[in-house]
């Protein structure tokens, strides 16, 4: 089931943060690695049994859900 690929994220730690692409996505990308976090992004569509997904269902979308956790790397 897809909503199990959030719910193991979270057990292991990750945190939902907000939905992004393109440019915006990479930005945010980099501001968390340099602020000390690791970083994991995911499909929006790999994510959407919880709730509505309409405006991600275009095949060409590209929109990713970014997850963070603390850096286990000191």
């Known amino acids: 089931m897809v909503a199990d690929l ?3 994220l979270r057990a292991e730690g990750w945190k939902e943060r907000f939905t992004a692409s393109g440019t915006r996505l990479r930005e945010a990308i980099e ?3 340099a602020l000390g976090f690791e ?3 995911v499909p929006v569509k790999e994510l959407g049994a919880d709730g ?3 405006c ?3 095949e060409n ?3 990713e859900m970014i997850f963070t956790r603390k850096s286990s790397v000191q």
Do not use: H, L, N
């Open 6 to 8: 959030a719910d193991k």
């Open 31 to 33: 501001e968390y690695r």
């Open 39 to 41: 970083v994991k992004t």
């Open 52 to 54: 509505c997904t309409v």
């Open 56 to 58: 991600f269902d275009d």
């Open 61 to 63: 979308d590209a929109t």
